[in-house]
């Protein structure tokens, strides 16, 4: 069994008083909750599609009952998900911080199911529609045996709301996002493969405005050369081990209340 990596003194003590910390999580966290990556989803039926052959606004004119029912197939497989020590640290981290920013590349929603509040979703959100044609967030729409359904405002069809190849990123989140990494004390970067831009650029933003940085992960990373402290492990035993020795059982001081 793999030790826990000793976790540094001086970043126990920042994230202790800091006010304003930033954290990007990528794949690696949700895959500890049993989610599988992009690429490992394709099984069963789905077996012999290539997901960039099903996340794409050409894959969604060509087919979209096809594209609709592969999304609502990785819905279930999340379903039956449940948010880690990990994500449930990161809350607690939220409570302690006064200004605190989740950035996350994962479309999940693990995250705001384990509790978080200031949750920035890079690349959507599995669980929510938006109107294919007028590219607008659709919250209900009329029971229908149509697939995908239709859009209660114009009748167009109704398409995951999430980021695919080809398409740019939500430019207000990418925003907020920079603005986070610009401005916080303390970065994390977790369980990410640190090649995917324009989230892979963030931590650099923080070095850049003199943040301590600190990546997460089981295994190095093109950025674990430039960071304060690189900790090599799961997400879901290192960060409970930080959040205990930065506050253990005590009273939030200075930080804010969920």
């Known amino acids: 069994m793999n030790s826990l990596p000793a976790i540094p003194t001086p970043l126990v003590t920042r994230l202790r008083t800091a006010h304003r910390a930033a954290v990007l999580t990528g794949a690696g966290i949700s895959a500890e909750s049993g989610v599988p990556t992009f690429r490992e989803a394709q099984t069963g039926l789905w077996a012999r599609y290539n997901p960039e052959d099903l996340a794409t606004p050409d894959a969604f004119c060509r087919n979209p009952k096809l594209v609709w029912e592969w999304y609502a197939w990785r819905q279930e497989r999340v379903r ?28 999940d929603g693990l995250h705001r199911r384990a509790g978080s509040h200031q949750v920035l979703e890079l690349h959507g959100n599995l669980f929510r529609a938006k109107c294919f044609d007028e590219d607008r967030p659709v919250e209900n729409w009329p029971d229908s045996e149509e697939i995908p359904p239709r859009c209660p405002r114009c ?10 190849f080809g398409e740019m990123l939500p430019a207000s989140a990418l925003r907020a996002a920079e603005q986070a990494a610009a401005t916080a004390e303390v970065f994390f970067s977790i369980g990410t493969s640190a090649l995917v831009y324009p989230a892979a650029e963030l931590p ?49 001081a200075g930080g804010r209340e969920a």
């Open 80 to 107: 039956q998900a449940e948010p880690n020590p990990g994500h449930l640290a990161l809350v607690e981290m939220e409570r302690r911080i006064a200004e605190f920013t989740l950035i996350t590349q994962n479309v």
């Open 155 to 164: 009748g167009g069809l109704l398409r995951p709301d999430v980021v695919w």
């Open 204 to 252: 650099f933003t923080a070095l850049r405005a003199g943040a301590m940085v600190v990546e997460i992960n089981p295994q190095p990373t093109p950025l674990s050369p430039h960071v304060s402290f690189s900790l090599h492990g799961p997400a879901g035993v290192i960060l409970p081990a930080l959040v205990e020795q930065a506050w253990g059982g005590s009273a939030p």
